[in-house]
């Protein structure tokens, strides 16, 4: 994967249901190769903006496309829902607020939350951690934990 997303922008990605309904198919390699040529740079261009590193955009991407096979199945095309990049960002809140509700009220490592709610490495679920909350996991839960 080239990093190169030099004048890359969100409104030149056509959201394309026809291929989304594709992806609820695994097996079907061609689909997920097309997903993933079609959406990575709009996925890696966010993280970068959001102040990630290279790797770390790299390791969003992989995670980010990684959660859409695990979830592709609940995403339903309705406009009253919303579209399918306000999905996108949805599961990531989603993951996020179930880390950080595991960070509350468990001693267990950031490593296995992150493992727990679909994060590859603990410095995946960090930078995503990191970039929705605006805190690191470790001082989110020195802040706020309460066992039991």
């Given at each position: ?5 030099t004048g890359?922008?969100?409104e030149?990605?056509?959201?394309r ?5 594709r992806?609820?198919d ?9 997903f993933?040529?079609?959406?990575w740079r709009?996925?890696?261009?966010v ?9 770390e955009?790299q390791?969003v991407v992989q995670e980010t496309?990684?959660?859409v096979a695990?979830?592709?199945?609940k995403?339903?095309h309705?406009?009253?829902?919303g579209?399918f990049?306000?999905?996108l960002?949805n599961l990531t809140r989603w993951?996020?607020?179930?880390a950080?509700?595991?960070l509350?009220?468990?001693?267990g490592t950031v490593a ?6 679909g ?10 951690f990191k ?13 706020r934990?309460?066992?039991?």
């Open positions: 994967m080239s990093s190169d997303t890359f922008t969100e030149f990605v056509p959201t249901y026809t291929l989304l309904s992806l609820r695994w097996e079907d390699n061609d689909s997920w190769k097309e993933f040529d079609t959406y709009l996925i890696y261009s993280a970068r903006k959001s102040g990630l590193t290279e790797v955009s390791e496309v990684i959660s695990k979830h592709i199945h995403f339903r309705d406009r009253k829902l579209s990049k306000g999905w960002r993951r996020i607020e179930l950080a509700a595991r509350r009220r468990s001693d296995a939350i992150a493992h727990q709610v994060y590859g490495s603990e410095s995946a679920l960090s930078a995503a970039r929705v909350t605006g805190d690191s996991p470790r001082g989110y839960r020195n802040s934990h309460r066992p039991g």
